[in-house]
């Protein structure tokens, strides 16, 4: 058996890592004191939604035909696999309510997106009904990520 694709291993390593550290209640004082402070959370808000538009470069790039969409798909994996990394600098926290929904969204979009077309088997539909899983929850997070931003800036 051949081994994981360097992205898939660091994607579910640090998506193990993410969630044991929460359910444990290990936490970092100084980053949980820094993620209390309205201007962080606005500032690593921020980048989180940048870095969320720039995984949509790829839907972007393939719905246009361009020519980098191949070399566009390593970055899309290489970045996709820091993914929990770039929510715990946000919130180390899953939370509950509507944001333990966008945490739980967000995080099974990276195990779906780790178990991509490099494992599955090579079956049209298998590809076809994982694509539509992935979009799918992309798009979920982006959704709700956008109605938590709103409610964070019209309520502070």
Request: charged content about 10%; proline content about 3%; aromatic content about 10%.
């Amino acid at each position: 058996m051949s081994s994981l694709p360097r992205s898939t291993a660091v994607s579910l390593a640090l998506t193990a890592a993410y969630l044991v550290q929460g359910l444990a209640g290990l936490h970092l004082p100084m980053l949980n004191e820094l993620q209390s402070q309205f201007s962080y959370q606005f500032c690593s808000g921020t980048a989180l939604g940048i870095y969320l538009g720039g995984q949509w470069l790829l839907a972007l790039a393939r719905s246009r035909k361009w020519r980098s969409s191949a070399r566009l798909l390593r970055w899309h994996k290489s970045m996709g696999a820091l993914a929990p990394a770039v929510l715990f600098v946000h919130s180390t926290e899953i939370g509950f309510g509507y944001l333990g929904v966008l945490s739980s969204v967000y995080l099974a979009n990276v195990v779906v997106a780790a178990a991509g077309p490099d494992l599955l088997p090579q079956r049209r539909a298998i590809r076809s009904a994982w694509i539509v899983l992935h979009v799918a929850l992309s798009a979920a997070a982006v959704i709700t990520a956008g109605h938590h931003a709103w409610l964070a800036l019209v309520f502070t």
